[in-house]
């Protein structure tokens, strides 16, 4: 198996290391404070927790129907085709707009050019069309899986008017931030695009090394037009190594509805309740930590079970895959109120995005 670890990281330690003044590392080690994020949202808006949770639970009764004989390929609510087959014509199709605040970050240009390559990697990358794809541990080679999505950008705006789907704007700070007032002012409506949001200095605190951050499905937020993937436009595409550009990938699952790999660690007692453990997916073994890479301390967890290290919801040292469990959740964010408007036929058109 060929991994692509960058070097950059240990590069930038290295260099720290004999400086008379620490210099910030390529990116922070906790660079996706999406857990957290999500957390302080249900703390502070008991409503969305509820919504979740009803959520979730067509989730599981989906999950239970399939499982008797004769229920076929239905998900979620029973009204979407089988997402699972990778074809021209994908099942899913999300209006994109990208929010530029500043072209210049850590040094690196975001232009259109960057950016485009990198919705295209993404997109590659839920298809299950990158060489990783095929390079995956046996173990998880029969769970392995990808969504038949593809994220456009926006070619017409929200007030009919032609649109790149790319609008830049002055450096500014904070999108990763709940009430950031960028956000507030620049949204495009949430039920018509998704917003992405890149900034340096995610969380206007000095700190340009964190990749990004964005929130579960959520209708209260999508009503105030908050409903976003922030992201450092140092990690975008072509501006960082080949590896670590599938974070932008990472995020738009969290955006779908994924949970982080490692959240909550590893507990015996989880093992019996997967499905609301943790990510909440069963075929995703749980991990010690963030940290679990064949280079940083092995890949074996607490029950000496081998995790799926190559996870897009890990931090990973070889971003290769999703898994069956994952894509049926993102299915079912895709079905939630706060995403099916997105995908919907009058809605592309209205996007200028539909085949």
Request: hydrophobic share 35%; proline share 4%; charged share 20%.
């Amino acid at each position: 198996m060929i991994s692509k670890l960058s070097l950059s990281i240990l590069a930038a330690l290295m260099a720290t290391s004999g400086a008379v003044e620490a210099k910030q590392p390529e990116f922070a080690a906790n660079h996706c404070k999406a857990a957290e994020t999500n957390a302080q949202h249900y703390r502070n808006f008991p409503a969305a927790l509820t919504e979740a949770k009803a959520r979730h639970a067509k989730l599981k009764n989906a999950n239970q129907a399939q499982a008797k004989p004769g229920s076929g390929d239905l998900v979620s609510d029973g009204t979407t085709p089988d997402a699972l087959a990778i074809t021209d014509n994908p099942t899913f199709i999300i209006p994109v707009v990208f929010h530029v605040y500043g072209t210049v970050q850590n040094g690196d240009t975001v232009n259109d050019a960057v950016i485009i390559d990198a919705l295209n990697k993404t997109n590659e990358d839920f298809q299950g069309r990158t060489a990783d794809f095929a390079d995956i541990d046996p173990e998880f080679e029969n769970v392995k899986d990808a969504l038949n999505i593809e994220f456009r950008l926006a070619s017409i705006d929200p007030n009919g008017n032609p649109t790149s789907g790319i609008i830049y704007h002055p450096e500014s700070s904070g999108a990763g931030n709940y009430s950031s007032s960028d956000v507030k002012r620049d949204h495009w409506d949430n039920y018509k695009y998704m917003n992405v949001y890149i900034q340096n200095d995610l969380y206007a605190d000095g700190v340009t090394n964190n990749s990004g951050v964005a929130w579960y499905p959520d209708s209260g937020m999508s009503d105030e037009g908050l409903a976003r993937v922030a992201y450092n436009g140092a990690y975008l595409g072509t501006n960082t190594d080949e590896n670590f550009r599938s974070v932008l990938t990472h995020e738009f699952g969290h955006f779908l509805d994924l949970i982080h790999t490692f959240e909550g660690g590893c507990k015996r007692g989880f093992e019996r309740r997967c499905a609301i453990t943790g990510d909440e997916n069963c075929d995703t073994p749980q991990q010690n930590s963030w940290q679990m890479n064949p280079g940083d301390g092995g890949i074996l967890n607490c029950m000496g079970q081998t995790i799926n290290w190559q996870n897009f919801m890990a931090y990973s040292d070889q971003y290769a895959n999703f898994t069956q469990d994952q894509v049926a959740r993102m299915q079912n964010g895709l079905n939630s109120g706060a995403r099916v408007t997105l995908w919907s036929a009058s809605n592309l058109a209205a996007t200028g995005v539909a085949n």
